[in-house]
């Protein structure tokens, strides 16, 4: 059933792209397996997809370390760190992780570059814009970000390769359609935004990344 999903994905992908004349090789797809097991993940691998996404610095670590086992297949694995990064676990997270999504605020990019210069790395970052005015969801303001992105310029250890936001839960991929809109105005270079529900809207409008969990493990 994976492959199936991992190839129904990536035809809406390229259908999305057609439409506004991308080509889908710039859009990456992150399979999020917050909650799913190490045999789920392998055959995600076996599809193709080799970028994977997690939402707590713990679970990925020890999927981290189960991956690591399989020997060859494990060896082009790009982790993301998709979710809220709290500062006590940015030690463990720059280990192993090669994108951070979630960063929203100073501190947090300072203590990205201080763990990261203690083992010699150059961490990639994405700076989480908040869109909408839930007050569940993480992220600076958009109206913050040039000043962030000033601040960041001047660390050693961090390079910021663009943003990341989510649309409000529920929406449909209509409605959603403005909240990324906001960020293609950005002028960032990557652009992770769509996840299950509204990833084809997302890469219409410009997203580099879309972070798909459901629609590849469940259909």
């Not at 100073?106 to 203690?118: T, V």
């Amino acid at each position: 059933m994976i492959i199936d999903n991992v190839r129904r994905v990536q035809a809406c992908v390229a259908a999305a792209c057609g439409r506004v004349g991308r080509d889908p090789a710039g859009v990456t797809i992150v399979a999020v397996t917050k909650g799913r097991p190490v045999e789920d993940i392998r055959q995600i691998l076996d599809a193709g997809i080799i970028d994977i996404g997690e939402n707590k610095v713990q679970e990925a670590a020890g999927k981290y370390a189960a991956i690591a086992s399989l020997g060859d297949l494990s060896r082009n694995i790009r982790w993301h760190m998709i979710g809220h990064l709290q500062t006590n676990k940015v030690k463990e997270a720059v280990r192993f992780i090669d994108l951070i999504h979630s960063v929203d605020s100073l501190r947090l990019a300072e203590e990205i570059d201080k763990q990261a210069a203690k083992i010699g790395k150059v961490q990639d970052i994405l700076i989480e814009v908040k869109t909408s005015r839930e007050a569940t969801k993480f992220g600076i303001d958009v109206r913050e970000l040039q000043g962030l992105t000033a601040a960041i310029a001047r660390l050693a250890n961090v390079r910021l390769k663009g943003v990341m936001t989510m649309a409000p839960v529920g929406e449909t991929r209509e409605s959603a359609r403005p909240y990324f809109k906001v960020i293609r105005g950005l002028g960032q270079s990557v652009l992770s935004m769509g996840m299950s529900d509204d990833f084809e809207v997302a890469v219409e409008e410009g997203s580099t990344i879309v972070r798909v969990g459901r629609a590849l493990f469940e259909g």
